[in-house]
C-alpha cells in the first residue's frame, strides 16, 4: 500500500507565498519523477513542475521563476515553494509521484494525491 498526501495550501493574498508539501509512504521501493499538477474550474489538468531522482526539475513555461520544487528524499517528500502568487494561480493542486514498490521493484506505476486547494484573492 502507498499513500500519497499533500498539505499546505490555504488562502494567500495576491503576491504572496505558500510552500506546498507532499509526502509519500508505505512499501516504497524506489521513487523515481515527483512532479505537482494543477487544476482550475473549468480547466483541464496541468504540468507545474517536475523533479527527477537525480534532482533534475522541469517547469511549466508560465511559473516564470515563481516557483521553486524540490525534493527531500529521506522523507520521500517534495515540495512546492510558491511566490510571487497570482489571482490565475488559483486552483486544487495534485501531487503525482512515479514509484516502484518493494512487493514490485521492476515495476513503476504513478501515485497522485488527494489535491490540496489554494485561492489567491485579496
Known amino acids: 500500500q502507498v499513500q500519497v498526501v499533500e498539505s499546505g495550501g490555504g488562502l494567500v493574498q495576491p503576491g504572496g507565498s505558500l510552500r506546498l508539501s507532499c509526502a509519500a509512504s508505505g512499501s516504497i521501493d524506489t521513487i523515481y519523477t515527483m512532479s505537482w499538477y494543477r487544476q482550475a474550474p473549468g480547466k483541464q489538468r496541468e504540468l507545474v513542475a517536475q523533479?527527477?531522482?537525480?534532482?533534475?526539475?522541469n517547469y511549466a513555461d508560465w511559473v516564470k521563476g515563481r516557483f521553486t520544487i524540490s525534493r527531500d528524499n529521506a522523507k520521500n517528500t517534495v515540495y512546492l515553494q510558491m511566490n510571487s502568487l497570482k489571482p490565475e494561480d488559483t486552483a486544487v493542486y495534485y501531487c503525482?509521484?512515479?514509484?516502484?514498490?518493494?512487493?514490485?521493484?521492476?515495476?513503476?506505476?504513478?501515485?497522485w494525491g488527494q489535491g490540496t486547494q489554494v485561492t489567491v484573492s485579496s
Open positions: 503525482d509521484v512515479d514509484l516502484s514498490t518493494v512487493q514490485a521493484p521492476i515495476l513503476t506505476r504513478r501515485y
Open positions: 523533479v527527477a531522482i537525480e534532482g533534475n526539475t
